[in-house]
C-alpha cells in the first residue's frame, strides 16, 4: 500500500505484535537460504512485512516477530537467496522499482503484455494476511479505536482491507473507503461489500472535505519516496479532510538504521493458503547503501524474494523507501497546512526519541 502507489507496492513494511500465537512453520533462519516451494499447485500471493522481531531457540525467528507495513508495503519476498544484486544509481521512484520486478525467467507479465507488478498479483496477496495476521499487526490494534471513533475514514493504501474489515465487524455504522492501486489487494478486499473500495492512488482520485480521519498504515508512508509524490499526497490528504479532521500514519525512526537488520527480520515462511501442502517464503533486505535522498531524509532500496507453488521459480520485488526524521516530517506537513497534534514512538503510545521504533503521528490542519 504505498501511497502514490498504495501499500500493495512495496515489499514488507508492517509491523506486528510481538506477543503473537504460535504458529508452524516457524520463519526459517535468517542466515538459510530459502528453498523454492516443490508442490506445484495453484497458490495466490503475499504482502507486507513488519520491524523488529525477537529470535527464538538457535536462531529461529518465531512466531511472534512478525514484520510491521509495508510493507511495504515492506519486506521481501524470499526465494533462494543469491548474491549479485547491485546497488541502483541515482534516485528511483517506486513506479521505476516496479518495473524491474521480475521472476528467474525474466519479467512476469499480464494478457495485455504489460509487466505484473507484484501487490498487483492475486497469488502474492492470497498469502499477505497469513504472513501479517490480525493478531500480530501492532499498528491495526492502534488505529482501529480511532477508526471506529471516526464516521468517515478513508484508508490509503488499504491492501487487503483487513484494517476495514474489522472496524465493521467492531460496528463502525459509517463510511469506510479503501484506496489501492493493486488489483490483486483489491480482490481480496472485496470479499466485504460494506466498504467503498477504490483502485487508484492520491494522484488520482480527489475528495474535499469528505473524511474524519484518513490513514496510512504499514509504513505505507515511507513509499513516497520523491518531494513531489510526498507534496501531491500531503495535499490531497489535508483536502480529503473534513474540519476537524485528522490524518494518523507512520514512519520508522531513521536513527536506528533499521533496513541494516531487514535480512534478519524479513524471512518467513508459512504453510501454503491456498491448500496445496506447500510452502511459501518471503524475504527483504536492503539492496546497496542508504543515500540521502533529494529533499532531505534518507532512501533505502530494498529487493523482496518469494517462492511458492504459484510460481515456477523466484520472484523478486524491488522498491524504495524514504526515511525522515520528526523534524524533517513537520516540515512537510506544515507546507500542506498540516501540523503535528500528536506523536509517540511506538504503537504502545510510548514518547518518541532517538531510541523509539517508529514515528507515529496525528496530524490535523494547521
Known sequence: MSCTDSTSDGGPRIRCRRQGRERTPLRQRADEPPS???????????????????????????????PLRAGTRQAGRNG??????????????????????????????????EELSL?????????????????DREDFHFYLPRVTA?????????????LLHHAREAGHAGRLVGLDPAPGMLER?????????????????????????????GHAFQELVTDADLRAALRAVSAALAPGGSFA????????????RWDFEYSLAVPDPEGSGGTVRMAMQAEGPA?????????????????????????????????????????????????????????DGSPPDDSAPEIVTVARRA
Not at 525477537?54 to 525467528?61: F, H, P, Q, V
Not at 492475486?122 to 495476521?133: K, L, T
Open 249 to 260: 500514519f507512520e514512519t520508522r525512526n531513521p536513527a536506528l538504521r533499521g533496513w541494516e
Open 291 to 347: 543515500t540521502p535522498a533529494p529533499g532531505g531524509g534518507t532512501l533505502v532500496r530494498a529487493v523482496t524474494r518469494l517462492t511458492g507453488p504459484a510460481w515456477p521459480g523466484l520472484r523478486t520485488h524491488r522498491s524504495a523507501y524514504r526515511f525522515l526524521n520528526a523534524a524533517e516530517l513537520r516540515g512537510f506537513l506544515a507546507e500542506a497546512g498540516l501540523e503535528v497534534a500528536e506523536q509517540y514512538g511506538d504503537f
Open 119 to 135: 501487490f498487483a498479483d492475486p497469488r502474492y496477496a492470497a498469502c499477505y494476511d497469513a504472513f501479517f495476521p490480525w493478531e
Open 36 to 66: 523454492p516451494c516443490r508442490a506445484a499447485a495453484r497458490h495466490p500471493r503475499a504482502t507486507g512485512l513488519p520491524s523488529r522481531t525477537k529470535r527464538g531457540r538457535d536462531g529461529e525467528a518465531t512466531a511472534a516477530e512478525r
Open 80 to 113: 533462494v537467496a543469491r548474491a549479485g544484486f547491485g546497488p541502483q544509481a541515482g534516485p528511483v521512484t517506486n513506479d521505476q522499482a516496479r518495473r524491474r520486478d521480475g521472476t528467474d525467467g525474466g519479467q512476469e507479465t499480464s494478457a495485455a503484455g
Open 150 to 162: 471516526a464516521d468517515a475514514v478513508l484508508d490509503v493504501g488499504c491492501g487487503t482491507g483487513m
Open 189 to 217: 478486499a472485496r470479499r466485504r461489500t460494506d466498504v467503498e473500495w477504490v483502485r487508484g492512488d492520491l494522484r488520482s482520485v480527489a475528495w474535499r472535505e469528505e473524511f474524519d480521519l484518513v490513514l496510512m498504515t
